[in-house]
């Protein structure tokens, strides 16, 4: 799994970007100089419905213009946690949690007194 906010599949033993097959299981092979947006901006919410095919530059645009420019820096969501934000509202080592378990914490069920517990 790569750091690159987004979630990857496993198809017959080849890693996959998740909204991309989606895509491609619905409308067919995406065209070259186009990217699938998520529409809501969140990279974990892969319905077909969040997904659009847009134009590589556009694309690549609008996200300059998102991340640079209109979104301030912020501390990752977890309380206690003062990392950055990196991706879907938390820092790189909550969100890998969120990938691996669904729980930023780490484990399934976990519970601390502090929620920027290293686990």
């Not at 095919?53 to 003062?82: F, Y």
Request: hydrophobic share 30%; aromatic share 10%.
């Amino acid at each position: 799994m790569s750091w690159n906010c987004y979630k990857h599949i496993k198809i017959k033993g080849q890693s996959l970007l998740e909204h991309r097959y989606i895509w491609e299981q619905a409308n067919g092979a995406i065209p070259d100089g186009f990217e699938i947006h998520h529409i809501n901006g969140d990279t974990f919410d892969n319905r077909l419905s969040n997904l659009q095919l847009v134009k590589i530059n556009k694309h690549r645009s609008h996200h300059a213009i998102i991340n640079n420019k209109l979104r301030p820096k912020q501390a990752c969501l977890v309380e206690g946690c003062d990392n950055p934000y990196e991706c879907n509202g938390y820092c790189k080592k909550h969100y890998y949690r969120v990938l691996r378990t669904g729980s930023p914490f780490g484990l399934k069920g976990h519970s601390n007194t502090n929620p920027a517990c290293i686990v």
